[in-house]
């Protein structure tokens, strides 16, 4: 049976209809910012946490609309699953890469075919976006 790795996530939306998607360093694969959430932690407060430290965005939890709750293999710990709250959040701020950080694309339809995705954001999470 895998390790289970709570996290949560975002579905950020740019005006244009595109979605950010981000690399971790010493990695291949693009999925949704986010991560880890701490013990005591609420999804949407660990959210936050994170795109503050990871991008650089400071967003209200209140903004965050909860889309549900999905489960896939980890793109990068083996023999782990992720268990993920997910939120959508609408932002134009500038997005600042930090921390762990590598690489943050903007992606639409016809973008997004060129890239690695995790399992989570390749199979459950943009198709809800994009279909």
């Given at each position: 049976m895998a390790a289970t790795i709570h996290i949560a996530a975002a579905l950020l939306l740019n005006e244009q209809g595109q979605t950010l998607l981000v690399r971790k360093r010493g990695t291949r694969a693009f999925m949704q910012p986010g991560g880890k959430i701490e013990s005591g932690e609420q999804p949407a407060q660990a959210l936050v946490?994170?795109?503050e430290e990871e991008l650089g965005i400071a967003v209200d939890p209140a903004e965050a609309r909860f889309l549900g709750t999905y489960t896939a293999v980890a793109a990068n710990e083996p023999g782990h699953e992720v268990h993920c709250e997910?939120?959508?959040i609408r932002t134009q701020a500038q997005v600042n890469p930090a921390a762990e950080?590598?690489?943050a694309l903007w992606v639409d339809a016809?973008?997004?075919g060129e890239l690695e995705l995790?399992?989570?954001t390749r199979d459950q999470i943009l198709p809800l976006h994009f279909l």
């Open positions: 946490r994170e795109l997910l939120f959508q950080i590598e690489e016809t973008t997004v995790a399992p989570l």
